[in-house]
Nanobody, 114 residues
Framework: QVQLAESGGGLVQPGGSLRLSCAASRTIFSRPVMAWYRQAPGKQRELVAT???????NYADSVKGRFTISRDNAKNTVYLQMNSLKFEDTAVYHC????????WGQGTQVTVSS
């Protein structure tokens, strides 16, 4: 069974924080690299952060120093801690592996607005 279930989004003011969670099926979670992606209205999906099975992380320049990706291997869950949120972080956030599998969850909406 393939599953990706994102949660934790919401409406937040600039400078605020959110923590996203992604519960993945073992089929996907066992892949070498997990990642968070986001898609803003009218824009293409972009890669936000990656984490390897060993815990190595990488970030898009736009979020470096503000976002932190982590994983709980016992729970097959990936997290994205987002701090110092900006208007331009508004998007639907998805998790997936990298490269992606041909399945996407519903995502979780993050809206940064005053």
């Amino acid at each position: 069974q393939v599953q990706l279930a994102e949660s934790g989004g919401g409406l937040v003011q600039p400078g605020g924080s959110l923590r996203l969670s992604c519960a993945a099926s073992r089929t996907i979670f066992s892949r070498p690299v997990m990642a968070w992606y986001r898609q803003a209205p009218g824009k293409q999906r972009e890669l936000v952060a990656t984490i390897s099975s060993g815990g190595s992380t990488n970030y898009a320049d736009s979020v470096k120093g503000r976002f932190t990706i982590s994983r709980d291997n016992a729970k097959n869950t990936v997290y994205l801690q987002m701090n110092s949120l900006k208007f331009e972080d508004t998007a639907v956030y998805h998790c997936n592996s990298r490269p992606t599998v041909n399945y996407w969850g519903q995502g979780t909406q993050v809206t940064v607005s005053s």
